[in-house]
């Protein structure tokens, strides 16, 4: 069966400061996507770093750097982070890339030819943390209600784009693509900021010069509508490119729900003006959150994605960030929360199952898979667990992806509980004993393959020790058919999975 092209971006990260495990968050989630499109077919992942703005230009001078010094310092600890937490991206993209610029002008000027930007003078308030422009209206206690920091007020001639001509197709598109943006929440917030009005959007600056020229001169290319194109960039748009050609337009973008008005509102509209189609989904995640609060190098309460993947795995990490909580939610994070699920879930239920299996099968029959039984009851119940965990995983529904998974974990579990294999041995029952060690092994070996999205490393140690030759099959719909392991096959027992690990006392 053939598929279309799967394209998923996550935001480009703002480059003042180190990553957190919000970053990781996001990022994790498009690799699974990714890495699951790449069983049925052709995938491009992309990531990368927003290099320009205010923010960025302050940072740097108070660090003693040029802005371009600054980012070239940090975009290899955002490069390591990825690494570190089994990222598989296809494409990493910097602003400040001449890839990037080339095509922003570009934009830009055809935006100005067709009559889309036109010249103005912005007066209001600005967030220079959170660069981002806020009605008086919209502000708490004065101050911004995105971060809590002060405002100032800007008062400059700037360009604007007529993001008020689109609010009617804005509207009717939304109606008429309900799934556009989700959750239902991010819906229902965008459609009533549309509901009340747009007002045109300024898209330059003239108080600084950390930024891509504006074509002609007169500043700067404001940060956020630099950074909207990086997805279009990114693919050689305007160019006889086939990437983009090829992948445009996007499956999903993913994005923190605090950003979802440029990337929902904005962002499409920009794209039909220079005549190409909205992205297929925008998917606006929730936050992680310490303490009831928004975890944010902002706020100053970011948690080392590094240090937490040194104490628990990287993929100890994943699994967590995908099994806690409902894609689209907030949800709360502990270490002690993170432990439980790699002690229970990953130690105990997975881990277990193997280190027994493969502990059977190499005293009961020298390691080597026997012949399958004539009985085929898990092939039977379980035919249709790859199509689910695949279109769960699509609907961004990763919490019952994996809770699908482990109904097969925990069937093969119960299967040696009650199959008993150490009193089929002592009874002599070897065609039953060997029906049970071979459906064990399969079992591990469909697990391999349906947890290898989510759990690179530890799903190529599974196979490893299952004997399996060649890497882990990307075809799901071919490979993953009971009964596909070959009787034979030495296995190689080797360390735990999921070793323990018990935290300090607090």
């Known amino acids: 069966m053939t598929h279309r092209p799967f394209y998923v971006t996550t935001p480009i990260y703002y480059i003042s400061g180190n990553p957190h495990i919000g970053h990781a968050y996001t990022t994790v989630v498009a690799d699974v996507l990714a890495r699951t499109a790449r069983t049925r077919g052709d995938a491009h992942f992309l990531t990368g770093t927003d290099e320009h703005g205010q923010k960025v230009a302050d940072a740097a001078r108070a660090a003693g750097k040029t802005p371009q010094e600054w980012c070239d310092e940090l975009v290899p600890r955002w490069k390591a982070l990825f690494a570190l937490y089994n990222v598989a991206y296809d494409d990493f993209i910097r602003t400040t890339e001449p890839r990037h610029e080339r095509v922003v002008q570009k934009i830009f ?7 889309d930007v036109y010249l103005g003078k912005y007066e209001g308030w600005y967030c220079v943390q959170d660069e981002t422009f806020w009605l008086e209206s919209k502000l708490v206690d004065g101050k911004c209600p995105t971060c809590g920091r002060t405002v100032e007020w800007l008062s400059e001639d700037d360009w604007f784009f007529r993001l008020s001509k689109y609010r009617d197709r804005l509207i009717a598109y939304f109606r008429e693509n309900p799934e556009f943006v989700r959750p239902r929440p991010v819906y229902n917030e965008m459609m009533a900021l549309l509901e009340e009005g747009l007002d045109d959007f300024s898209i330059s600056r003239t108080k600084f010069d950390w930024g891509i020229p504006i074509p002609g001169g007169g500043g700067v290319i404001y940060v956020w509508f630099d950074a909207l194109l990086n997805y279009i960039t990114a693919l050689g748009w305007s160019d006889e490119d086939a990437l983009f050609k090829k992948f445009w337009p996007a499956t999903v973008q993913l994005v923190g729900k605090e950003i979802a008005r440029f990337h929902t509102i904005i962002w499409p509209a920009v794209l039909w003006a220079i005549g190409e189609e909205a992205p297929q989904q925008v998917f606006a995640h929730g936050w992680i959150t310490l303490d009831g609060q928004k975890i944010g190098k902002s706020l100053g309460n970011a948690v080392d994605p590094v240090a937490l993947a040194e104490k628990f795995g990287a993929d100890s990490l994943r699994y967590f960030l995908l099994r806690e909580a409902p894609f689209g939610s907030d949800f709360s994070y502990s270490e002690e929360k993170i432990a439980q699920r790699h002690n229970h879930d990953l130690g105990n239920d997975l881990g277990n199952l193997m280190r027994r299996s493969l502990a059977m099968l190499q005293k009961y029959r020298g390691g080597v898979v026997p012949e399958r039984g004539r009985d085929d009851a ?26 699908s998974v482990w109904e097969l974990v925990n069937a093969l579990n119960r299967a040696i509980d009650d199959r008993k294999p150490w009193a089929l041995y002592k009874e002599e029952r070897h065609e039953e004993l060997d029906a049970l060690l071979y459906d064990l092994c399969e079992g591990l070996r469909w697990l391999a393959m349906l947890l290898a999205p989510v759990m690179p490393e530890r799903a190529r140690e599974i196979w490893r020790q299952l004997g399996v030759e060649g890497a882990i099959g990307a075809d799901w719909e071919a490979a993953l058919v009971w009964g596909g392991l070959a009787p034979g096959t030495r296995t190689q027992p080797g360390e735990a999975l999921f070793p323990r690990i018990e935290l300090a006392p607090t």
Do not use: C
Not at 109 to 115: I, V
Not at 383 to 388: M, V, Y
């Open 378 to 403: 898990f092939g039977a119940r379980f035919a249709a667990l790859p199509a689910t965990v695949a279109e769960k995983t699509f609907a961004l529904d990763f919490r019952g992806a994996l809770e």
């Open 109 to 115: 000027d055809r935006l100005r030819e067709n009559g």
